[in-house]
């Protein structure tokens, strides 16, 4: 038996933690590509999380705004979409830098030096060591994240900036890195 509950009924407010884009729009050609791929799912429930993926992909972040964009879609609650929103990681809250610095942090990283690595990038930028999650400089260029596996435990420490790998990243291939974004 499918319940679909109407958007309105007992609609419950998302926490204020999601920040807000007053400038959130989804182009015309991404919607028509969502209501397509909404149309692969025998509910439309079933295709929030891929609808949250190409917001993101499109637009940076996922915003207060779309997350009520994906609910209304949807005909979800906003709490429906918002709780996905904050339980899986790879879902951006807020901007991220032009260029997106991830740092391998389990255990073969680790062990090779990714904390370091990590602490290098932070001071490079004026960023917390120590700080919890992706932290943007205050020019708004760069990010740096500790992510879960990069899956080259042979080549620790490893480091995406945006989707180029680097494998076996010491300080001075760290600052190379940085120094080739423009």
Known sequence: MNV????????????????????FAVPKALEAEIDELITHYPQKRSASLMLLHALQENLGFISKEAVEWIAKKLELQPI?????????????QKPIGKYHLKV????????????????????????????????????????????????????????MCNEDFHEGVSHGKADQIVGNCK
């Not at 429906?80 to 929103?85: G, P, R, S, T, W």
């Not at 690595?117 to 490079?124: G, S, T």
């Not at 120590?130 to 042979?154: I, M, N, P, R």
């Open 104 to 159: 391998c942090r389990t255990l073969s990283c680790a062990l090779g030096g990714a904390h370091e690595l990590h602490k290098h990038l932070c001071q490079k930028f004026g960023l917390d060591a120590h700080g919890h999650g992706a932290q943007t400089s205050k020019d708004g260029k760069y990010t740096v994240e500790f992510v879960e596996c990069l899956a080259s435990c042979g080549t620790a420490p490893v480091l």
């Open 4 to 23: 679909i509950i109407p958007p309105t009924a007992n609609a419950q407010p998302i926490p204020d933690t999601l920040q807000s884009d007053p400038k």
């Open 80 to 92: 429906n979409i918002y709780e996905l929103v904050t339980f899986y990681p790879m879902f951006r």
